[in-house]
């Protein structure tokens, strides 16, 4: 998917949501499938879990889309917590959830093998992402990681790191802004 | 695109347009009376004596709630009335709905004036309302007077002019003590002059009686009347959208000065997306010389203590 241009920030995009501008869903979705794919096939080792993950991460994000307060902690830290959630929720009951997308009354999709097989090749294209995440100084890289990947909490995440919970913000605030930064000039 | 990738892409697309419908909005610039103060303006305040300080003091005190207090004396009047009106007409109908708050933010400038020149000045304050997030700002058009209100799901913050020392600004930082009470304190979605209106046109009392030409459009003339309520809305012939809305209205009670009938101007309607810069007008503007003062609720908004 090749995100078109549109000059609104990821704040923007998910505050249009919430004020009935369904494109601009359609946006975020296109500007972060690929992250998210990425993320989610790497903690489940399968490109069918994660596609499927992806369908629910994505619903539930629409569903919260006006619980997210635009200026705070960046909207994809945000939106890979949500599919860290359903990765988890995904393992205690054993199966994939779909309560978000039921609840919005949207299909289950099937995924055949062209499926797959672009889903591997586009969470194989923000692959990059994670080599680049292993690049950043060290403190960035552990912050982001425990945020992003693992979900910590800022203030566990503050502790660990042995800094205020604001700092831990920032540490994962200007991960997250250079990682983009770098795949920009890359792209 | 027909993969998987596309295909989720227009369930959520479908999904996103049943969960959050799409409202009519207005894509005009905000207009903001007065920006940020030049170094000339607070040149000139420094060098300000101000005598009248405690005056000031309470005439701010009755400004601050005089905005909330009129919406809730319309409203008692609506909820008294409403129970033996009927539904109104389609115009009405019309300009209730193109009203709805949901999903943008309303801006406006109201004009607030006693009948009885005895009873105070008139005020003006120009007002962006999202939900439970409002900004009010009292007097535009003087540096000295002028004053902010932020109200941020009942936290509420006043940049104001410091009396005492005429040379900076205060933000005063406070909260209500709960949320029932936030009704009656500041401005919101659910509390304002705006939403007062909206309870006339749906309560019945406003009948469409004409047509009129303002600043060369076309308006509709609506008109009502209700024991010590009067009001009389202009509203655009295409967009029903509010023109200019004049009610006049008795306030039982405003911070114990006696009770008074004003006049409330509404202008500058207008109905903006919510963009990150949009949403910055709902925010406190900052200010190089401001210091935190933390108040007691009660000593800003007399109402809170009485409903507690």
């Given at each position: 998917v090749r995100p078109i241009a549109d000059a609104r920030s990821d704040d923007e995009l998910l505050v249009a949501t919430g004020g009935g501008d369904a494109d601009a869903f359609a946006r975020f979705y296109e500007r972060h499938?690929?992250?998210?794919?990425?993320?989610?096939?790497?903690?489940?080792?399968?490109?069918?879990?994660?596609?499927?993950?992806?369908g629910e991460t994505f619903a539930a994000a629409l569903?919260?889309?006006r619980r997210f307060r635009p200026g705070g902690p960046p909207a994809a830290a945000w939106l890979l917590g949500i599919a860290h959630n359903k990765l988890r929720e995904s393992a205690r009951h054993q199966r994939v959830v779909d309560q978000a997308r039921r609840r919005?009354?949207?299909?289950?999709?099937?995924?055949?093998?062209?499926d797959l097989l672009r889903v591997e090749e586009l969470a194989g294209d923000h692959g990059r992402a994670l080599t680049l995440l292993s690049e950043l100084p060290a403190t960035q890289r552990d912050a982001v990681r425990a945020r992003v990947l693992d979900g910590t909490e800022y203030h566990e995440l503050a502790t660990r790191l042995g800094c205020s919970e604001q700092v831990a913000r920032q540490h994962v605030s200007r991960g997250l802004r250079r990682l983009r930064t770098q795949l920009q000039e890359e792209a | 695109m027909t993969d998987y990738i596309a295909s989720l892409q227009q369930a959520l697309r479908e999904a996103a347009a049943r969960?959050?419908?799409?409202?009519?909005?207005?894509p005009e610039p905000t207009r903001l009376l007065l920006g940020e103060d030049t170094p000339t303006q607070q040149r000139r305040r420094r060098s300000r004596l101000n005598p009248s300080a405690a005056r000031r003091g309470d005439r701010r005190l009755t400004a601050r709630w005089l905005a909330p207090a009129l919406a809730l004396a319309i409203a008692l009047v609506v909820a008294a009335a409403a129970l033996t009106a009927g539904s109104g007409p389609s115009i009405v109908a019309g300009a209730y709905a193109a009203t709805s708050p949901a999903g943008v933010i309303v801006h406006y400038v109201e004009t607030a004036r006693p009948?009885?020149?005895?009873?105070?000045?008139?005020?003006t304050s120009e007002i962006w309302i999202y939900r439970d997030q409002s900004h009010q700002i009292i007097d535009p058009y003087s540096p000295k007077n002028r004053q902010d209100i932020v109200a941020d799901h009942g936290r509420v913050q006043t940049l104001a002019f410091?009396?005492?020392?005429?040379?900076?600004?205060?933000?005063?930082?406070?909260r209500c003590p709960a949320t029932g009470v936030l009704e009656g304190c500041v401005l919101s979605e659910n509390n304002s002059p705006i939403d007062a209106l909206r309870a006339l046109y749906r309560s019945g009392l406003i009948h469409a009686t004409g047509h009129a030409t303002v600043d060369g459009r076309r308006v509709e003339v609506l008109t009502g009347q209700s024991g010590n309520l009067s009001i009389r809305a202009l509203v655009d012939s295409d967009t029903l959208l509010p023109a200019k809305v004049t009610m006049t209205v008795m306030v039982p009670r405003v911070k114990g000065a006696p009770p008074a009938a004003y006049t409330l101007t509404i202008?500058?309607?207008?109905?903006?997306?919510?963009?990150?810069?949009?949403?910055?007008?709902?925010?406190?503007?900052?200010?190089?010389?401001?210091?935190?003062?933390?108040?007691?609720?009660?000593?800003?908004y007399p109402g809170c203590a009485a409903r507690k």
């Open positions: 499938i690929a992250l998210v794919l990425s993320v989610l096939a790497q903690r489940t080792g399968s490109t069918e879990l994660a596609a499927d993950l992806a569903l919260g889309c919005l009354g949207m299909p289950i999709l099937g995924l055949d093998d062209e | 969960e959050y419908p799409a409202r009519v909005s207005s009948l009885q020149p005895t009873s105070g000045t008139s005020t410091d009396t005492l020392s005429s040379s900076r600004y205060s933000p005063v930082d406070t202008t500058d309607y207008q109905r903006l997306p919510i963009t990150t810069g949009n949403l910055r007008r709902l925010a406190l503007p900052p200010h190089p010389h401001a210091r935190l003062v933390r108040a007691p609720c009660r000593r800003l």
